[in-house]
């Protein structure tokens, strides 16, 4: 790993660490935090479940690991792995991660929760397996017994009764006793009938466990798209541009293989100004983060010209690891938001590549800011109903620079051509230093005028991470001051 790799690293480590800011301590019912959930109708969400719910889909969660047994989540996480050398399968690495991974995870997919299925949920949740015939008989009496007590005479009605009766046959069953199609409580989100995939990593270098921040990363990606994610959230950021070269094939796999990926631009707070990797990457579909009044928030939203649409980042709530919920701010929450919104539009028009999902979310934008794409905004505010259902203009690839073109012009020499690299002849192409041709960027997409790469980056690199590392030690004191208060 160069000097440039590790620095990469660090920053990604602290982006990651910083986007999730805990602002409260969980409340005693989960109905007030589906309250707050004000993008839930303000984006056109509801509006758009009338269609579908995010059925057959599957997003990749490329974070710090997933609660799946949080009750939103139930059934949700279908798969799993960890990379860093640190976990099993999909499982946290680490408390303090867990937490990320799972509020990023119940924004994208979280089922929702109600008194009624938590009080189910709680019973089917007892070890019953061991009880002898005798035993399991009169459990199963007063099982029953309870269910009356919580649905009323009529508890038939409210309980599946196929899942009912696999769990008196086998005495073990899924939380998914209770029929209820919406329920009403607990945080829910975009796409609730979507499934998951948590592939858990450490963004730590150097890694005690296994590979760096770069490997991890790489194979993250490959792993996500070779099981079967049609989405992949990456709720974490740097304050770097550039990518190591190292991630070109993990992300050209994912490219190839028609999977769309969806980045967090960073933020402010955390010390990125400006845009970074994995958000700057070709074909990635870079968030910004906005608050309620969609404004662009000044601490949760970095800008450039990779942004290519803005989301809610401010204030936030999200499910956490051991049942509880919390608020929370950052482009962290903004990612699983749109990516959520992305699972929406495929599953209603499945016909759609990952290209032409992206172009029916940005070109349905609420346009905000500058005329055009705006380098805080890019192309305006996520609104769900009319990424699903609305008309859009017609698709044109040419509109939507891919990660291969990139490749193929900026790593001369290094990557064998194919026969999809070839640049369309209105692409708009510049000769660049020394007479190398060069691909004009497109508006929201990241600059290809990145050759500042040496020396002058490695000391910069350096700097810019002293004062991050600085800026993230004194912000993480403050909101565990304001946790503690």
């Known amino acids: ?38 993008w839930l109708e303000d984006y056109g969400i509801t509006e758009a479940w009338e269609t579908t719910r995010g059925e057959g889909m599957t997003i ?19 798969g799993g792995t960890d990379v860093s050398g640190a976990g099993d399968g999909g499982a946290p690495v680490g408390q303090v991660a867990t937490e990320h991974g799972t509020l990023v995870a119940s924004l994208a997919a979280g089922r929702g929760t109600s008194a009624q299925a938590d009080a189910v949920a709680a019973l089917v949740d007892e070890d019953v397996e061991d009880l002898d015939e005798d035993e399991w ?11 009356e007590e919580i649905y009323g005479e009529d508890w038939q009605d409210e309980v599946d009764a196929e899942a009912r009766s696999e769990f008196e046959e086998t005495r ?29 990593l450490l963004l730590q270098d150097p890694n005690p466990y296994g590979g760096g921040t770069e490997e991890q990363i790489a194979e993250a990606v490959t792993w996500a798209v070779d099981n079967g994610a049609d989405i992949i959230n990456m709720s974490l950021g740097s304050g770097f541009q550039e990518w190591p070269e190292a991630w070109d094939e993990a992300f050209l796999h994912a490219e190839q293989n028609d999977v769309l990926v969806v980045a967090a631009s960073g933020n402010r707070a955390s ?22 009044s969609r404004e662009i928030s000044a601490d949760s939203s970095s800008q450039g010209i990779a942004i290519g649409i803005a989301a809610a980042s401010e204030p936030l709530v999200g499910a956490m690891p051991g049942d509880d919920y919390m608020q929370w701010n950052g482009t962290s929450g903004a990612s699983p938001i749109v990516a959520g919104a992305a699972a929406l539009v495929w599953a209603a028009n499945p016909e759609l590549s990952a290209q032409e999902v992206k ?17 805080e905004y890019g192309h305006g505010v996520l609104d769900v109903a009319e990424a699903v259902s609305g008309d859009v203009p017609a698709f044109e690839a040419a509109q939507y620079p891919t990660l291969a073109e990139w490749v193929r012009v900026h790593r001369r020499g290094e990557v064998e051509p194919t026969e999809t690299d070839e640049i369309p002849e209105d692409a708009g192409v510049v000769a660049g230093p020394e007479g190398e041709p060069r691909a004009m960027p497109e508006p929201g997409q990241p ?4 050759d500042w790469a040496g020396p ?23 909101v565990r001051r304001q946790e503690q208060s």
């Open 172 to 200: 073990t069953a899924p939380r998914g006793l209770t029929q209820g199609a919406d329920p009403q409580d607990g945080v829910i989100g975009v796409a609730p009938e979507a499934s998951l995939l948590s592939v858990s």
């Open 60 to 78: 990749a969660v490329i974070d710090t690991g997933v609660d799946s047994g949080h009750p939103t989540l139930s059934g949700a996480v279908v």
């Open 271 to 292: 010390g990125h100004l400006s845009v970074g990797a994995p958000a700057t990457i070709p074909g990635v579909l870079a968030v910004a983060g906005v608050d309620e």
């Open 137 to 147: 008989a009169d459990w199963w009496e007063d099982f029953e017994a309870s269910l």
């Open 359 to 375: 172009h029916r979310v940005l070109s349905t934008a609420d346009s905000e800011g500058a005329e055009g794409v705006d380098p």
């Open 447 to 450: 600059s290809t005028a990145q």
């Open 456 to 478: 002058v980056a490695i000391g910069a690199a350096a700097m810019l991470v002293a004062a991050v590392l600085t800026m993230a030690v004194i912000h993480y004191r403050l």
């Open 1 to 38: 790993m160069t000097v440039g790799s590790r620095a990469l690293g660090a920053a990604l480590a602290l982006g990651l660490g910083l986007s999730g800011m805990i602002l409260a301590a969980p409340a005693s019912h989960a109905d007030e935090w589906r309250d707050q959930q004000y």
